[in-house]
């Protein structure tokens, strides 16, 4: 499977999954989600909970949502967010550093978090009896978090090893921050999730204080649960352990547009490498507009399976990648339709590129054919249910269109939206969108002494 | 591909810390005592053939999927010396054409249905799954069916998918885990299987021909050498039916196993430094020999491990050398146990300044488990962990079927699952420290580090001599 790591790597250093429609009243739930029973509650402090029973597996997914990323950072503390989530682990009034991770694993749970552009996510998936300990855990570190000048010091030291190990001593972690610092000159996205390095020594405890206080507020919250478990008595529960928790300002709105690109940006890395590596991006709307289903339908069409036109005409046909492929960063603001490619080592990184952009530019010039179209639609039909097999990953794609879209409801719009799409819609979004003035391309070259 | 990403996204955005601080908060100690949970199996059938092929149908119906996986029990292990990634090409090239079917044909196919096909091969196995919507089983079944029994190995398929693994060997020289891996593994067990990268090398997978893949197909692709499972929305009984009348047909023969040489211990520390000028970070491997999967001691040195640095976050590598030392993002111990002695490992990274500081202490970790009993609390800990967690193994159809093949291949039983919990509770402090003191050995160590030559070299020489490479 080593062929498909890099889009993997892409999606961890992404966003994730779906997009939200503007319209939420007209949804029509898909005949295998039809016995579902999403409930939405708020607590008085503004803190949001959704709940899913399922009782078939004796699991309770649970997953503390903060709409906050690396989109609400600023030179000078970015990075922050991420920090952030690795200081939610060193302790609160009640616990020691790590105690919190150390209880929920002996009582047999398993747990982690993660930062996006858009949203921090803490979660626990743990046997039922133990969903009051994970409550009572959770709003103790989101209410009482002690932050010190110790824990700092030795957590950003951890973070700062992590950076190196996604970006600095990664080729393709490189490739990947450089194309969002290229294509990207005014908004936040222009810097990746886990910061600049000579942030991440100048962050205090004061920047973490603050940013905990402003966004760590029950109101910035939504808390999802997913699995066998009562809903009556979890709400009390939430009520008995995260009722007290005051509310704060509202966090200040991203508010930077990115302006429109107006001409091809190249950039390259030169580094010891064996693989020539091609990364591009082509900004497109945000994840509410319209188009953006479109494009993810023509993304199917170029990338997914080994029918697809990427992998049938570079890797498979013509043989001058050992991968291609193409994606969407599906962030809350305008993100980047994305393109990558491994050069089979030796081979000519300009006749792959050429290649691989007449593929792109096919899509504006000609229909997509009926069959291709339909196995767009099936395989975002499959994915959508495929994709539904954990009460974790019920929550989580729950979870995102909750918090992100304002409401869950618009993960099944997607799917009646991806249906409707036509041939001509496609066209239309190719020659608007995939462009080469709208394209930031970065290469990887490699030295082979150095 | 976006829901198949969010897992993956959450796996590798791990960014967690963990540490065993002992017991100063009673209420939060006591949650962990009580009853277990119990184990909730999705209704379980099976039914031999009389070719011999095991089926086995797990039944669940909240979602309209049907998964199919083949494991067939024999895989890299079985590569013959020189020969590295044949199993590998064999598995691959199910896939890639038929009598029937040309390797593009089946990738229409099956993504026109927004399904999976996917085969390839492990150390013990080769393996062959099918994902899809219960509405388009009858063209899944019939694909699957068809690699598995018809694959044609045509030339052209042979070249290119060899020609594609040569360039992936080549390319994973730029990821300093893979490279740390490889050398790893080619120190410490030479000339045996384990020594080499299973999916091959720019060396060995030119030597690899027709004939000998398609004896590697003829030799272990046999119903009395496989195991099916069909999980999800199905009726158990139609199943059988269904799929007899696929594999019924399929000629029983006698399978025959090579014999292995069992390495060779490491005496002392072999140590070796790979050179990458460019590098900001080390990456770092070591370890020994280790256990095979019948060991009768597999849940003490589970146990032993899991305390030392297989526990994440509440292990003692992870609480000492990130936690407190913040030199590292991740470190983690692992006894990688197969059919044969898999290797005993011991992983990390950190600044190249720190590489000394890290290894020293992952010694001292090493020595202290050795020589003391563990803490009752800690043996606790890990046994809660353990237990409280296990009913979690079993929530989704391909995990259940992922635990069942897990019990075939190995022969643990059919009373392991039902089992497993008592025998980890058995397990005493003492046993640990036995596990301990037999299985841990921290005088004779394999040692290697990719990272900067200049930065790293005197603090290894500390250890003893190393041998320095640079990176073709």
Same mark, same amino acid.
């Given at each position: 499977?080593?062929?498909?790591?890099?889009?993997?790597?892409?999606?961890?250093?992404?966003?994730?999954?779906?997009?939200?429609?503007?319209?939420?009243?007209?949804?029509?739930?898909?005949?295998?989600?039809?016995?579902?029973?999403?409930?939405?509650?708020?607590?008085?402090?503004?803190?949001?909970?959704?709940?899913?029973?399922?009782?078939?597996?004796?699991?309770?997914?649970?997953?503390?949502?903060?709409?906050?990323?690396?989109?609400?950072?600023?030179?000078?503390?970015?990075?922050?967010?991420?920090?952030?989530?690795?200081?939610?682990?060193?302790?609160?009034?009640?616990?020691?550093?790590?105690?919190?991770?150390?209880?929920?694993?002996?009582?047999?749970?398993?747990?982690?978090?993660?930062?996006?552009?858009?949203?921090?996510?803490?979660?626990?998936?743990?046997?039922?009896?133990?969903?009051?300990?994970?409550?009572?855990?959770?709003?103790?570190?989101?209410?009482?978090?002690?932050?010190?000048?110790?824990?700092?010091?030795?957590?950003?030291?951890?973070?700062?090893?992590?950076?190196?190990?996604?970006?600095?001593?990664?080729?393709?972690?490189?490739?990947?921050?450089?194309?969002?610092?290229?294509?990207?000159?005014?908004?936040?996205?222009?810097?990746?999730?886990?910061?600049?390095?000579?942030?991440?020594?100048?962050?205090?405890?004061?920047?973490?204080?603050?940013?905990?206080?402003?966004?760590?507020?029950?109101?910035?919250?939504?808390?999802?649960?997913?699995?066998?478990?009562?809903?009556?008595?979890?709400?009390?529960?939430?009520?008995?352990?995260?009722?007290?928790?005051?509310?704060?300002?509202?966090?200040?709105?991203?508010?930077?547009?990115?302006?429109?690109?107006?001409?091809?940006?190249?950039?390259?890395?030169?580094?010891?490498?064996?693989?020539?590596?091609?990364?591009?991006?082509?900004?497109?709307?945000?994840?509410?507009?319209?188009?953006?289903?479109?494009?993810?339908?023509?993304?199917?069409?170029?990338?997914?399976?080994?029918?697809?036109?990427?992998?049938?005409?570079?890797?498979?046909?013509?043989?001058?990648?050992?991968?291609?492929?193409?994606?969407?960063?599906?962030?809350?603001?305008?993100?980047?339709?994305?393109?990558?490619?491994?050069?089979?080592?030796?081979?000519?990184?300009?006749?792959?590129?050429?290649?691989?952009?007449?593929?792109?530019?096919?899509?504006?010039?000609?229909?997509?054919?009926?069959?291709?179209?339909?196995?767009?639609?099936?395989?975002?039909?499959?994915?959508?249910?495929?994709?539904?097999?954990?009460?974790?990953?019920?929550?989580?794609?729950?979870?995102?269109?909750?918090?992100?879209?304002?409401?869950?409801?618009?993960?099944?719009?997607?799917?009646?939206?991806?249906?409707?799409?036509?041939?001509?819609?496609?066209?239309?979004?190719?020659?608007?969108?995939?462009?080469?003035?709208?394209?930031?391309?970065?290469?990887?070259?490699?030295?082979?002494?150095? | 591909?976006?829901?198949?990403?969010?897992?993956?996204?959450?796996?590798?955005?791990?960014?967690?810390?963990?540490?065993?601080?002992?017991?100063?908060?009673?209420?939060?100690?006591?949650?962990?005592?009580?009853?277990?949970?119990?184990?909730?199996?999705?209704?379980?059938?099976?039914?031999?053939?009389?070719?011999?092929?095991?089926?086995?149908?797990?039944?669940?119906?909240?979602?309209?999927?049907?998964?199919?996986?083949?494991?067939?029990?024999?895989?890299?292990?079985?590569?013959?010396?020189?020969?590295?990634?044949?199993?590998?090409?064999?598995?691959?090239?199910?896939?890639?054409?038929?009598?029937?079917?040309?390797?593009?044909?089946?990738?229409?196919?099956?993504?026109?249905?927004?399904?999976?096909?996917?085969?390839?091969?492990?150390?013990?196995?080769?393996?062959?799954?099918?994902?899809?919507?219960?509405?388009?089983?009858?063209?899944?079944?019939?694909?699957?069916?068809?690699?598995?029994?018809?694959?044609?190995?045509?030339?052209?398929?042979?070249?290119?998918?060899?020609?594609?693994?040569?360039?992936?060997?080549?390319?994973?020289?730029?990821?300093?885990?893979?490279?740390?891996?490889?050398?790893?593994?080619?120190?410490?067990?030479?000339?045996?299987?384990?020594?080499?990268?299973?999916? &091959?090398?720019?060396?060995? #997978?030119? !030597?690899?021909? +027709?004939? $000998?893949?398609?004896?590697? %197909?003829?030799?272990?692709?046999?119903?009395?050498?496989?195991?099916?499972?069909?999980?999800?929305?199905?009726?158990?009984?139609?199943?059988?039916?269904?799929?007899?009348?696929?594999?019924?047909?399929?000629?029983?023969?006698?399978?025959?196993?090579?014999?292995?040489?069992?390495?060779?211990?490491?005496?002392?520390?072999?140590?070796?430094?790979?050179?990458?000028?460019?590098?900001?970070?080390?990456?770092?491997?070591?370890?020994?020999?280790?256990?095979?999967?019948?060991?009768?001691?597999?849940?003490?040195?589970?146990?032993?491990?899991?305390?030392?640095?297989?526990? &994440?976050?509440?292990?003692? #590598?992870? !609480?000492?050398? +990130?936690? $407190?030392?913040?030199?590292? %993002?991740?470190?983690?111990?692992?006894?990688?146990?197969?059919?044969?002695?898999?290797?005993?490992?011991?992983?990390?990274?950190?600044?190249?300044?720190?590489?000394?500081?890290?290894?020293?202490?992952?010694?001292?970790?090493?020595?202290?488990?050795?020589?003391?009993?563990?803490?009752?609390?800690?043996?606790?800990?890990?046994?809660?962990?353990?237990?409280?967690?296990?009913?979690?193994?079993?929530?989704?159809?391909?995990?259940?079927?992922?635990?069942?093949?897990?019990?075939?291949?190995?022969?643990?039983?059919?009373?392991?699952?039902?089992?497993?919990?008592?025998?980890?509770?058995?397990?005493?402090?003492?046993?640990?420290?036995?596990?301990?003191?037999?299985?841990?050995?921290?005088?004779?160590?394999?040692?290697?580090?990719?990272?900067?030559?200049?930065?790293?070299?005197?603090?290894?020489?500390?250890?003893?001599?190393?041998?320095?490479?640079?990176?073709?």
């Amino acid at each position: 499977m080593k062929r498909f790591y890099l889009p993997l790597i892409l999606a961890v250093l992404v966003c994730f999954a779906f997009i939200q429609a503007q319209d939420s009243t007209k949804v029509s739930i898909p005949a295998e989600f039809a016995s579902w029973d999403v409930q939405q509650h708020e607590l008085a402090n503004g803190m949001k909970i959704l709940t899913l029973e399922d009782h078939s597996a004796p699991v309770v997914s649970f997953q503390m949502w903060t709409h906050t990323g690396s989109r609400n950072e600023r030179p000078g503390i970015t990075g922050i967010s991420h920090l952030f989530e690795h200081m939610m682990f060193k302790g609160s009034k009640k616990f020691g550093a790590e105690e919190h991770a150390n209880i929920v694993q002996r009582n047999g749970g398993n747990l982690n978090a993660f930062t996006t552009e858009d949203i921090t996510v803490y979660f626990e998936n743990i046997v039922p009896d133990k969903l009051e300990l994970i409550i009572s855990l959770e709003a103790e570190r989101l209410a009482n978090l002690n932050i010190s000048d110790s824990t700092l010091a030795s957590e950003r030291e951890v973070v700062k090893e992590e950076r190196r190990y996604r970006v600095e001593n990664d080729n393709f972690g490189m490739v990947y921050e450089q194309l969002h610092s290229t294509a990207y000159t005014a908004h936040p996205y222009q810097w990746s999730v886990v910061g600049w390095m000579s942030d991440l020594d100048a962050i205090t405890v004061e920047d973490c204080r603050e940013y905990h206080r402003i966004h760590y507020a029950p109101n910035n919250v939504t808390v999802v649960i997913v699995g066998d478990f009562n809903t009556a008595e979890a709400l009390k529960l939430m009520e008995k352990y995260y009722g007290k928790i005051s509310a704060q300002e509202t966090p200040a709105p991203v508010s930077t547009v990115e302006p429109p690109q107006n001409g091809e940006r190249v950039s390259y890395v030169k580094k010891q490498a064996q693989m020539p590596l091609l990364l591009a991006g082509y900004h497109v709307p945000d994840f509410k507009a319209d188009d953006y289903y479109i494009l993810q339908v023509l993304q199917k069409i170029l990338s997914d399976g080994r029918s697809s036109r990427l992998y049938k005409k570079l890797v498979y046909e013509e043989q001058v990648a050992l991968y291609a492929g193409g994606g969407l960063t599906d962030t809350e603001n305008p993100g980047l339709f994305y393109l990558y490619m491994g050069v089979n080592p030796g081979g000519e990184m300009d006749k792959s590129k050429k290649m691989l952009f007449a593929e792109i530019d096919r899509f504006a010039k000609e229909e997509v054919s009926d069959k291709e179209l339909q196995k767009a639609r099936n395989q975002l039909e499959a994915d959508l249910i495929m994709g539904m097999q954990s009460n974790m990953r019920k929550g989580m794609n729950l979870g995102d269109y909750q918090v992100r879209g304002g409401d869950y409801k618009l993960l099944f719009a997607a799917a009646e939206k991806y249906q409707k799409v036509t041939k001509e819609d496609i066209m239309r979004v190719a020659k608007e969108y995939m462009n080469e003035d709208n394209r930031t391309v970065v290469i990887l070259v490699p030295e082979k002494e150095m | 591909m976006k829901v198949k990403s969010l897992i993956i996204t959450i796996v590798l955005a791990a960014l967690v810390i963990g540490c065993g601080a002992g017991d100063k908060v009673p209420a939060y100690k006591s949650a962990a005592a009580g009853k277990l949970t119990e184990i909730k199996l999705p209704p379980i059938t099976e039914k031999t053939l009389a070719n011999g092929l095991k089926i086995i149908a797990v039944e669940k119906h909240e979602l309209p999927v049907v998964s199919l996986r083949l494991m067939v029990k024999a895989g890299s292990t079985q590569d013959p010396l020189g020969k590295a990634g044949l199993a590998g090409m064999t598995a691959g090239l199910l896939t890639k054409g038929t009598s029937s079917r040309s390797a593009t044909e089946i990738a229409e196919e099956i993504d026109f249905i927004g399904a999976s096909l996917n085969s390839g091969s492990d150390w013990d196995a080769c393996n062959v799954s099918y994902s899809g919507l219960k509405k388009h089983f009858d063209t899944g079944l019939e694909l699957f069916t068809d690699v598995i029994l018809n694959p044609a190995f045509q030339a052209a398929e042979i070249d290119r998918l060899r020609k594609q693994r040569i360039s992936s060997y080549i390319s994973s020289k730029d990821d300093p885990e893979s490279l740390v891996n490889e050398h790893f593994h080619r120190l410490l067990y030479g000339n045996h299987p384990f020594g080499f990268n299973s999916e &091959g090398t720019d060396q060995t #997978l030119p !030597k690899i021909n +027709r004939p $000998e893949i398609v004896d590697f %197909y003829k030799n272990y692709f046999a119903p009395n050498n496989a195991v099916l499972v069909v999980s999800g929305d199905i009726v158990p009984e139609e199943m059988f039916t269904i799929l007899e009348g696929k594999f019924g047909g399929w000629q029983q023969k006698e399978v025959v196993f090579p014999e292995i040489v069992s390495p060779e211990p490491v005496k002392g520390y072999k140590i070796l430094l790979v050179n990458r000028p460019d590098a900001p970070q080390s990456q770092v491997a070591m370890g020994h020999l280790g256990i095979d999967r019948a060991n009768p001691e597999f849940f003490n040195i589970n146990l032993m491990n899991y305390t030392l640095g297989g526990g &994440g976050f509440a292990s003692r #590598l992870m !609480k000492k050398v +990130r936690s $407190e030392m913040g030199l590292t %993002y991740g470190i983690d111990s692992n006894f990688s146990s197969r059919k044969l002695a898999g290797p005993f490992s011991i992983t990390t990274f950190t600044k190249n300044e720190s590489v000394g500081a890290a290894i020293k202490e992952t010694f001292n970790q090493m020595r202290l488990i050795e020589k003391e009993n563990i803490k009752v609390e800690e043996l606790a800990d890990a046994k809660s962990y353990m237990n409280g967690s296990y009913p979690m193994r079993f929530e989704t159809p391909g995990q259940v079927a992922g635990q069942l093949l897990n019990v075939e291949l190995y022969n643990l039983g059919a009373d392991y699952i039902a089992a497993y919990r008592d025998k980890v509770q058995a397990v005493t402090v003492e046993q640990v420290k036995a596990a301990a003191d037999k299985y841990l050995d921290p005088d004779n160590m394999v040692i290697v580090v990719v990272g900067k030559k200049d930065a790293v070299i005197e603090q290894l020489k500390e250890f003893g001599e190393v041998e320095v490479m640079e990176i073709q």
